[in-house]
């Protein structure tokens, strides 16, 4: 048997031991950890300037992080949201993935689907006139239907592996939560969104572009879970390029390009507060690792981790391991660190 679930569950990763993981978290630590003081300090003064003269607290941080990098890059979400039209995010995604991959994504309309906004998609590459592969495309929220997750607002579904054998090609479902059309105007993205579309359609493409024979092996089966979300991943980094960000942006009624300052702005506006950001998930993923190798009551470890991973101070209230779904109702458990290892 194994001492601990984190021991039992490091012989699925790629990682290897759970000393491979601390170290590579301690290390990630020590960058983040004196920039995050750093970024509070600022977030402090920056509050102060506007009559907010109490210290901040945890709660506080993501209004006046949200006025700062409004006023610092003129970053407003709303107003970037009509840059980015959905049908022509989809079109310059797939142009892009017939760049890179030398793949064309042709819809297909005589496949029924479970609604009339899902679209059937095949996929071809150079080596054959049929298709390689196939996929569902459910873009929109629907109430009552679907389970909306504000956080993580999209999924992609393995439905049939290749498999040689069989003649069988991959088939998949990307199921998103995006802002149905409205009043003629069509869905309109965040940025937030635009990369949530990128990084779940890389994922996608795991599955769907598979050169492997076997089921078992295929695409995304039996792959080592912390590098399960690479290519999704490397997706996301191409939002980040000058030129794929024009292609895939113009405003939804006069198509104008996204405005220059803002696309110079882009790797500004993501790395605002990263230092924070990645103290916060570098915490999450001891705090998982902890909880699964321990049997010290919960409380008593976020009292320990919290001021090494934090500026601000715990507030004796805060429960928040009670909602970290991802690792008692999702299947994250001893693995939330997988996020943070695929970036790497």
């Given at each position: 048997g194994y001492e601990t679930y984190v021991d039992m569950s490091m012989e699925t990763k790629m990682a290897g031991s759970v000393e491979n993981v601390n170290n590579i978290l301690d290390s990630l630590l020590e960058s983040a950890r004196s920039m995050q003081d750093v970024e509070i300090e600022l977030l402090q003064r920056f509050a102060a300037e506007r009559g907010f003269d109490v210290?901040?607290?945890?709660?506080?941080?993501?209004?006046?992080?949200?006025?700062?990098?409004?006023?610092?890059?003129?970053?407003?979400?709303?107003?970037?949201?009509?840059?980015?039209?959905?049908?022509?995010?989809?079109?310059?995604?797939?142009?892009?993935?017939?760049?890179?991959?030398?793949?064309?994504?042709?819809?297909?309309?005589?496949?029924?689907?479970?609604?009339k906004d899902v679209k059937f998609y095949d996929v071809y590459d150079?080596?054959?006139?049929?298709?390689?592969?196939?996929?569902?495309?459910?873009?929109?929220?629907?109430?009552?239907?679907?389970?909306?997750?504000?956080?993580?607002?999209?999924?992609?579904?393995?439905?049939?592996?290749?498999?040689?054998?069989?003649?069988?090609?991959?088939?998949?479902?990307?199921?998103?939560?995006?802002?149905?059309p409205v009043e003629g105007r069509p869905s309109l993205l965040s940025l937030n969104e635009v990369g949530v579309l990128f990084q779940r359609f890389g994922h996608s493409l795991r599955h769907l572009l598979t050169k492997a024979n076997y089921s078992e092996v295929a695409g995304i089966s039996n792959v080592e879970w912390d590098a399960a979300e690479v290519c999704g991943q490397v997706m996301?980094?191409?939002?980040?390029?000058?030129?794929?960000?024009?292609?895939?942006?113009?405003?939804?009624?006069?198509?104008?390009?996204?405005?220059?300052?803002?696309?110079?702005?882009?790797?500004?506006?993501?790395?605002?507060?990263?230092?924070?950001?990645?103290?916060?998930?570098?915490?999450?993923?001891?705090?998982?690792?902890e909880l699964h190798s321990k049997k010290t009551f919960w409380r008593d470890i976020v009292r320990e981790l919290w001021p090494k991973y934090h500026a601000l101070p715990f507030d004796k209230y805060d429960s928040h391991p009670l909602s970290f779904t991802k690792i008692f109702s999702e299947e994250w458990g001893a693995a939330y660190y997988c996020h943070l290892w695929s970036k790497m």
């Open positions: 210290k901040l607290e945890h709660w506080d941080i993501p209004y006046w992080q949200r006025k700062q990098k409004w006023s610092l890059y003129n970053f407003d979400e709303d107003k970037i949201r009509e840059y980015f039209p959905l049908p022509r995010v989809i079109n310059s995604l797939f142009n892009l993935c017939s760049q890179l991959f030398k793949i064309q994504i042709v819809e297909r309309s005589d496949i029924h689907t479970w609604h150079e080596s054959r006139n049929t298709p390689v592969s196939a996929f569902y495309l459910d873009p929109y929220a629907r109430q009552d239907q679907k389970i909306r997750v504000y956080d993580d607002a999209g999924w992609h579904i393995s439905i049939r592996n290749k498999c040689t054998v069989t003649s069988t090609d991959p088939l998949s479902a990307l199921i998103f939560n995006f802002q149905a996301t980094h191409w939002l980040y390029d000058p030129h794929t960000i024009q292609a895939i942006s113009g405003h939804y009624s006069t198509d104008e390009p996204l405005p220059e300052d803002i696309v110079k702005n882009l790797q500004n506006i993501r790395g605002h507060m990263s230092g924070y950001t990645l103290c916060k998930e570098l915490y999450l993923s001891k705090l998982d690792l």
